[in-house]
């Protein structure tokens, strides 16, 4: 529990990260004195991600001043954003996706829905260019994070930088993700046969998105049992990304507790936390099973108030 509670991450997690970046990490040695170990590097910067606070908080309990460690947490953070980021958070595709269609499927018998949607708000500190730009309606200076996460609060897909000022929908109609399934880069690969309809893959999100093929959202003033069914289904599917978000910023309390005023740091530290949060997820154990095919309860009901 000891690298639990200090750095967020057990044994294994932590030897797999620093593995991973020990190269880039490790100093020479010099006649001034010995460099500070990886593993040292790496800890400070968990630390510093688990706890938040200042600079000089962190650097007082591994012994080191205030501007040494704000240079190796910014240079761990600039590795793992770099070297970690692209290989944790990967938008599913072929078997995977099937794994996650299965998972959704199995949570609340919604079929063929690939991913959660939805956005948060990441504190930060007023940036001294445009800061007024960044005040959301929630009355704090934020960055806006879109993320997609799969059936195991996984997260598949990360557009993280832009402005509190903006909502969700208009990030997302500006974001990669958009461009990629309304493009037919992904969720166009796998198609069933619903009720003599063909569906292709889903995203779920909320009310602030625009319906789609490719996203959908409950009914709005549903009257009849199959729509309310349809939102109750959405609904408990949705979750999944709301509580994604509360395991992240539960666990990286950086995410909302911080001195930092550069917005494109803010944005490289939300990047690596949750990277950090899908290797979490990924060494605690995935989920394995083999794809099903939707049951046929679940396919008649989604085909009656889904696509009929």
């Given amino acids: 529990r000891k690298y639990t509670n200090a750095y967020r991450v057990d044994l294994r997690t932590f030897q797999y990260l620093v593995q991973l970046s020990r190269h880039h990490l490790t100093r020479q040695h010099t006649r001034l004195g010995e460099p500070i170990c990886a593993e040292k590097r790496l800890a400070m910067t968990l630390h510093w991600l688990a706890h938040g606070g200042t600079f000089e908080q962190t650097g007082e309990k591994y012994s080191v001043g205030a501007s040494t460690c704000h240079g190796i947490v910014h240079q ?6 770099n070297n970690l980021v692209k290989e944790a958070i990967k938008f599913p595709t072929g078997d995977k996706l099937n794994r996650v269609m299965a998972g ?139 509580n994604a978000f509360g395991f992240l910023k539960g666990r990286w309390k950086v995410l909302t507790k911080n001195h930092i005023r550069d917005p494109a740091f803010m944005r490289d530290v939300a990047l690596v936390c949750t990277a950090l949060h899908n290797v979490w997820v990924a060494m605690e154990g995935s989920d394995q099973k083999p794809y099903q095919r939707p049951s046929l309860y679940a396919r008649c009901c989604f085909g009656v108030h889904g696509f009929a």
């Avoid at 761990?76 to 954003?81: D, G, N, P, R, Y």
């Avoid at 729509?227 to 709301?242: A, D």
């Fill in 104 to 242: 959704f499927e199995s949570l609340a018998d919604l079929p063929m829905c690939a991913g959660a949607l939805d956005g948060t708000f990441i504190h930060m500190q007023k940036p001294a260019i445009w800061g007024d730009t960044y005040w959301c309606y929630k009355n704090y200076i934020a960055i806006i994070m879109l993320a997609v996460c799969d059936h195991r609060c996984c997260f598949t897909y990360v557009d993280v930088g832009r402005a509190g000022c903006v909502g969700d929908a208009y990030t997302y109609n500006q974001s990669s993700l958009k461009r990629h399934i309304m493009g037919s880069t992904w969720l166009s690969e796998v198609e069933d046969e619903i009720n003599d309809v063909l569906v292709k893959p889903y995203l779920i999100a909320d009310s602030a998105f625009a319906l789609s093929p490719q996203l959908m959202k409950c009914y709005e003033n549903a009257t009849h049992r199959h729509q309310k069914n349809f939102n109750r289904s959405l609904i408990s599917t949705r979750q999944k990304i709301e």
């Fill in 76 to 81: 761990t953070v600039a590795f793992l954003k």
